[in-house]
């Protein structure tokens, strides 16, 4: 009797142990906690994956912009360093790139004065090249505010979704009667995983952003040199009054 009334007793603990392991997931991978997890975890870390995607491809996309404009403006750079006026810079300058169009803008500016050097055009002159370095700094900067975004928001959006997952898995506690840890672990480690994914978009977005950061300043002071140099061609240009000379041959 005793013997029966021991096995009777640990039936009911038996019966809670398979029970509990019926629940438990088979599949504890990434991919398997993914595809357990609940829609708006799923939709976290879906959105959260896309995030990473856009961060690398902004990365490789930019370094490589970043990489041509950057030794096509040094090879412009090169060629006002010589001892030539700003019609020869400008027919050996054709392309919408920076320097090409800030030597182009000054090219512009002078044919609308006339070949006039006075102070007035010096203005003028610097004026024209100040918007068109902010506008190329502008047009070279393009795409990294994302990265900021994504970098900023990231680890907040995983929290949400670890925070959904983790009071989905306390209302599961309740609604199953149980304090199990094995019950209860799979469902916080799905909840986790979209913190875990938070980080992995927002590491590499900051990184990334400050490291493009660090070379799009770099390339705006080549633009601030060339904008320089224009104005030093523009000014022995109109010591040696070749303005008005080119004027008269035209």
């Known amino acids: 009797m005793a013997l029966i009334a021991s096995n009777a007793m640990l039936w009911p603990a038996a019966c809670f142990a398979a029970e509990d392991n019926a629940v438990l997931p088979r599949n504890l991978s990434p991919w398997g906690m993914f595809q357990s997890a609940d829609i708006v975890v799923k939709a976290v870390m879906i959105g959260l994956a896309f995030a990473s995607l856009a961060t690398w491809t902004i990365w490789l996309a930019k370094t490589i912009e970043i990489r041509r404009k950057t030794a096509l403006a040094k090879q412009r750079l090169r060629l006002l360093e010589k001892d030539t006026v700003l019609a020869e810079a400008e ?5 919408d790139d920076a320097v090409a169009q800030i030597i182009q803008s ?4 002078a ?10 055009f010096k203005e003028r002159t610097a004026l024209r090249l100040e918007r068109v370095e902010a506008a190329m700094a502008r047009q070279i900067a393009r795409g990294t505010g994302v990265l900021a975004t994504i970098g900023a928001t990231a680890p907040f959006v995983g929290l949400f979704g670890t925070v959904w997952g983790i009071m989905n898995s306390f ?5 199953a009667h149980t304090t199990n840890l094995a019950v209860v672990a799979p469902g916080i480690a799905e909840a986790l995983l979209a913190t875990a994914l938070g980080l992995v978009a927002a590491i590499p977005a900051v990184v990334i952003y400050n ?8 390339h705006r002071a080549l633009l601030g040199d060339a904008c320089a140099m224009v104005l030093l061609l523009v000014s022995r240009e109109g010591d040696r009054g070749l303005f008005r000379l080119a004027r008269a041959a035209e």
């Open 171 to 175: 209302i599961g506690i309740s609604e």
């Open 111 to 120: 044919s609308l004065s006339g070949g006039v050097f006075d102070d007035g």
């Open 211 to 218: 490291h493009l950061t660090r070379s799009i300043a770099a």
């Open 106 to 109: 000054a090219a512009r500016e």
């Open 91 to 95: 027919q050996a300058s054709r392309g």
